[in-house]
């Protein structure tokens, strides 16, 4: 028998367990892992807490990631005993995911654990932080550098919002840091930001077109945050969208596409094609600092995941949860 987090939704209604199960309840798929470090990204709080429709069928496993290590394979690419890590596909929505001592997956999904990182490291990064680092990514795409001027980050303080500072500070960029959390200040200021910015200047009902102020932005915010941050880009800024804490709406204007020739990019981590994960987990090899991902992280237990989910759907939790899952 094995520790998971189980996800019930039926005539008692819905709820989020910590339980036993029996390896033989896995669902299908080519490689078994025994996993060691999941992480609670903010999507595994809406489906543990039921705050978002994320669960697609149940009893579900929630946890979009994890990282362990194969305990039997009939799948090309994998062996038993090789370290690996997988983000998204669906896993954790409409296949069990990583808050689980044991894991049955598609090898297809699974890319090989980077040597830089262990296990906890790779799963303190998580779904969030390999997010940041596709966000980062776009930017330089469409041609955003250092010097071309300063870059925001909105939802500064959680886990996408942590790594992006972290990332774009150790290349070199000027960081804006977007936060609802005044009193987290100087630990934005240690990831590497230069300049704090107050949540509620961009999250109300703003102007077609403000003051150019950033060349770039990671949004991890969405709703009338996104709309005001579109509209306070340089001319040719890029603004790489991944996220909606604040809201899935856009109530944005055509003012900043059509006068200022601004670039909306949106980022999804979930079906990302493989050899992109490989390029974005490679990259944060390179540009995280292993101090900073330390700096920003705190370590659960499985049990305290279900509990640690409605605290972070409620901003209270700064940086990464990593879940170790065998506590
Ligand atoms: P966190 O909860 O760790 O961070 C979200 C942050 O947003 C909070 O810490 C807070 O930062 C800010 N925030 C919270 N509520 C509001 C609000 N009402 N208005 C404005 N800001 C708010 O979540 P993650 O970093 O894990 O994820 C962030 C977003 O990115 C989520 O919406 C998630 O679904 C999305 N995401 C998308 C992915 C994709 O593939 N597209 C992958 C991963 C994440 P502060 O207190 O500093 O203001």
């Known amino acids: 028998m094995f520790n998971a987090i189980q996800i019930h939704n039926d005539e008692a209604g819905y709820r989020s367990e910590l339980t036993q199960l029996d390896p033989v309840q896995l669902p299908e798929g080519d490689v078994q892992v025994a996993v ?18 994320i669960a697609r069928r149940f009893p579900m496993v929630p946890g979009i990631d994890l990282a362990g290590t194969v305990t039997a394979s009939s799948h090309a690419e994998f062996a038993v005993g090789d370290q690996v890590l997988l983000n998204g596909w669906g896993v954790g929505e409409s296949h069990w995911g990583g808050l689980a001592q044991q894991a049955r997956l598609k090898g297809d999904w699974l890319i090989p654990l980077p040597e830089t990182f262990t296990a906890r490291q790779a799963m303190a990064i998580g779904t969030a932080g390999y997010t940041a680092m596709l966000c980062v990514m776009a930017l330089e795409k469409h041609g955003i550098r250092p010097d071309s001027g300063p870059v925001l980050v909105t939802g500064a303080g959680g886990g996408v919002g942590s790594v992006a500072i972290a990332l774009l500070a150790e290349l070199g960029y000027e960081v804006h840091a977007a936060t609802g959390r005044p009193q987290e200040a100087d630990y934005l200021l240690g990831l590497g930001a230069k300049e704090i910015v107050t949540r509620e200047s961009l999250s109300q009902p703003g102007a077609p ?110 940086g990464r949860l990593v879940v170790d899952v065998n506590r």
């Not at 470090?37 to 809406?46: E, H, T």
């Not at 006068?259 to 990019?265: C, E, H, K, P, S």
């Open 36 to 53: 060691a470090y999941s992480g609670l990204n903010y999507k595994d709080a809406l489906a543990i807490t039921g705050k978002g429709k």
């Open 209 to 318: 077109l403000a003051k150019a102020r950033w060349a770039g932005a990671v949004d991890s915010v969405g709703s009338h945050t996104l709309a005001n941050v579109c509209a306070a880009l340089h001319y040719n800024g890029v603004v790489a969208a991944c996220g909606l804490a604040q809201g899935m709406d856009f109530p944005a204007s055509v003012a900043p596409f059509i006068l200022r020739g601004i670039t909306l990019v949106g980022i999804d981590s979930v079906m990302r094609p493989k050899d992109e994960r490989l390029a974005a987990w490679a990259r944060l090899a390179e540009d995280l600092s292993l101090a900073k991902l330390d700096a920003m992280t705190q370590e659960i237990a499985l049990a305290e995941a279900i509990q640690a989910a409605s605290q972070l759907l409620a901003g209270q939790i700064r």
